[in-house]
């Protein structure tokens, strides 16, 4: 998108040596064993992001025009602050993400062309709902149906179960979390 | 998940960066000099 479309569109353009970084939350899938990770977004329909992959943003709503587009909501988003991806459903590792390429900026975030994770972690979602730090640091990791992997500290892992939550097997969620950065080539986030 | 109105575009080239892993690999090793030659020893002229 070139001065013109920026124009047009109402909006300044910006030009910009060094990738933004922002907030985003995954998904995570795997095997029962904690092996075959990948980060899926929230929204379950959209694309994954492969290991060592550049991930590039598509617009499914139309093929009209690239993403991300000032007038859609496409591209792959990132967020300026943590509180409002405490509202993500069912997030599995919180992380740091570069953005180049085509960036829009929004009040509270980002939908970017390209992306890649910079610093990942796994985090206990109920946590990470409900308190104002990131949310403790969860103890097991269980795996689920369509091979969706939910980490979980002690007391939500107990109260999962006891509310008919049961994971079908359990991998400790430190060797994940570390399978999870080797397999990425990312740093831990350290919040 | 809302992330308000948009306030501006940003590009930011190049469009591809390089991901972990893939920066410049480390220098190669540094050769080590090879073995000093074994100076011939001298060898006495043979009389006659």
Redo the contacts between chains.
Sequence with gaps: ?GDRA?TR?G??????????IAWRTWALTGRRDGSALLLRPVARKARTWRP???VQASCRASLLHEAPD?ACTCGL?G?HTLD??R??RCPAVLGRV??????????????A??A?PQRLRLICQFCFWMTTPPGLTPVHVGWFPRDELIPLCERHLRLARRNGMLPRALVPADEVDQHLRDL???DALAV | MNIGQPKRIIEIEPATLPLPGELEPAAAPVPLPEEPAVEPEPVAPSDG
């Design positions: 998108m920026a569109v909006l300044g353009l910006e030009r910009l040596a060094e990738p933004v060592r992959e550049v000032p988003h967020t409002i991806l509202r993500t570069a953005l180049w390429g085509r960036v829009i900026e929004h009040e509270h975030g980002f939908r062309q390209y890649y990425y080539a990312v």
